[in-house]
């Protein structure tokens, strides 16, 4: 399918014909629903229209992380209105897409209300590498000490974490600690799983992550 980008005055009435037409003519592709997954598994959300009642991604990072940005509209283009712009007040990159039927799937899935929840069947969601690496450059770290990645899951209960633990173990092969933030929970892969971890997402790591591998 083509990209077709709507000049940023057709936003002024989000609800027009030609938006509507637009989004009729889309859905997501192989590729756009695992990125989504794992940026909504790290820093993505998934925000109401102004009716309340549809659902688009809307995604942000830090300056220091723009070229990855850049790297997720690309993905996203087609749903997107106008480029990524520049919030001096925070310091960050971000762009939202239009709403769209199954980005309002995806929320039912993801979301308890206003709350972001790990859904009970994470492993027939979480199935492809892409989907870690987005996660990790989303929301993870390297521990240089330890040679070793932390997911910053602490938005997450010790049971969801849990889920996402035995995803990992199963479906990847990574081991994890559920490890204690004050009181929060993150994911911590055990030393001997480091090098698993780094090969399933080193082919799909962009310029601004390298550093972080």
Same mark, same amino acid.
């Given at each position: 399918?083509?990209?077709?980008?709507?000049? +940023? #005055?057709?936003? +002024?009435?989000?609800?027009?014909?030609?938006?509507?037409?637009? +989004?009729?003519? &889309?859905? &997501?592709?192989?590729?756009?629903?695992?990125?989504? $997954?794992?940026?909504?598994?790290?820093?993505?959300? &998934?925000?109401? /229209?102004?009716?309340?009642?549809?659902?688009?991604?809307?995604?942000?990072?830090? /300056?220091?992380?723009?070229?990855?940005?850049?790297?997720?509209?690309? $993905?996203?283009?087609?749903?997107?209105?106008?480029?990524?712009?520049?919030?001096?007040?925070?310091?960050?990159?971000?762009?939202?897409? $239009?709403?769209?039927?199954?980005?309002?799937? @995806?929320?039912?899935?993801? @979301?308890?209300?206003?709350?972001?929840?790990?859904?009970?069947? $994470?492993? #027939?969601?979480?199935?492809?590498?892409?989907?870690?690496?987005?996660?990790?450059?989303?929301?993870?770290?390297?521990?240089?000490?330890?040679?070793?990645?932390?997911? /910053?899951?602490?938005?997450?209960?010790?049971?969801?974490? @849990?889920?996402?633990?035995?995803?990992?173990?199963?479906?990847?092969?990574?081991?994890?600690?559920?490890?204690?933030?004050?009181?929060?929970?993150?994911? @911590?892969?055990?030393?001997?799983?480091?090098?698993?971890?780094?090969?399933?997402?080193?082919?799909?790591?962009?310029?601004?992550? +390298?550093?972080?591998?």
């Amino acid at each position: 399918m083509g990209t077709k980008v709507i000049p +940023r #005055e057709a936003s +002024r009435v989000t609800n027009s014909t030609t938006i509507r037409n637009l +989004r009729d003519s &889309l859905v &997501l592709n192989d590729l756009q629903h695992k990125v989504l $997954i794992g940026a909504i598994l790290g820093d993505g959300s &998934l925000i109401a /229209n102004s009716w309340g009642k549809s659902y688009r991604f809307h995604t942000q990072q830090s /300056n220091v992380q723009k070229d990855y940005v850049f790297w997720k509209y690309k $993905i996203f283009k087609n749903f997107v209105l106008s480029p990524p712009r520049f919030e001096a007040v925070t310091n960050s990159w971000k762009f939202r897409t $239009i709403s769209h039927p199954e980005f309002t799937a @995806y929320r039912n899935i993801f @979301y308890s209300g206003k709350k972001k929840i790990i859904p009970s069947n $994470i492993d #027939e969601l979480l199935t492809h590498p892409i989907s870690m690496a987005v996660w990790y450059m989303d929301d993870g770290c390297y521990v240089k000490r330890d040679s070793t990645f932390i997911l /910053n899951t602490q938005s997450f209960s010790w049971p969801e974490n @849990y889920i996402l633990q035995e995803c990992l173990r199963k479906k990847f092969s990574i081991e994890t600690t559920i490890q204690r933030d004050k009181s929060y929970w993150r994911l @911590y892969v055990k030393k001997r799983s480091a090098e698993i971890f780094r090969k399933l997402i080193w082919f799909y790591r962009d310029a601004s992550m +390298r550093k972080r591998l």
